[in-house]
């Protein structure tokens, strides 16, 4: 059974960073990495929405417009995880924060129902 477990979210001021991780249970390694993983978020009475999202080994990386400049995405796959750095936090940013394994094409990254699996999700909020 596969299964995302995200954490690191909590309450910051506005201009803060914050790091959430997200371990991938349930994968060997050689699956693990067929996986394209993504970053999402949900504010409360929005739709989910696409932050970010990393090729199998790394080597492409995408960001919402809202977060490009603010926030890193990394993973390392010998420990099945994924990690979002997020800078200069302001309001905006409050929400939920999944992470989520698909094996859509990369063009596909940023629809959420392209993915297979989702963490729980880790509430982040900002505080100004």
């Known amino acids: 059974q596969v299964q995302l477990v995200e954490s690191g979210g909590g309450l910051v001021q506005a201009g803060d960073s914050l790091s959430l991780s997200c371990r991938v249970n349930?994968?060997?390694?050689?699956?693990?990495?067929?996986?394209?993983m993504g970053w999402f978020r949900q504010a409360p009475g929005k739709e989910r929405e696409f932050v970010a999202a990393?090729?199998?080994?790394?080597?492409?990386?995408d960001f919402a417009d809202s977060v490009k400049g603010r926030f890193t995405v990394s993973r390392d796959n010998p420990k099945n995880s994924v990690y979002l750095r997020m800078n200069s936090l302001n309001n905006e940013d409050t929400a939920v924060y999944y992470c989520a394994a698909g094996l859509q094409s990369w063009e596909r990254k940023t629809l959420a129902n392209e993915y297979d699996y989702w963490g729980q999700g880790t509430q982040v909020t900002v505080s100004s």
């Open positions: 990393i090729s199998r080994f790394g080597s492409m990386i």
């Open positions: 349930g994968l060997s390694f050689g699956r693990f990495v067929r996986y394209s």
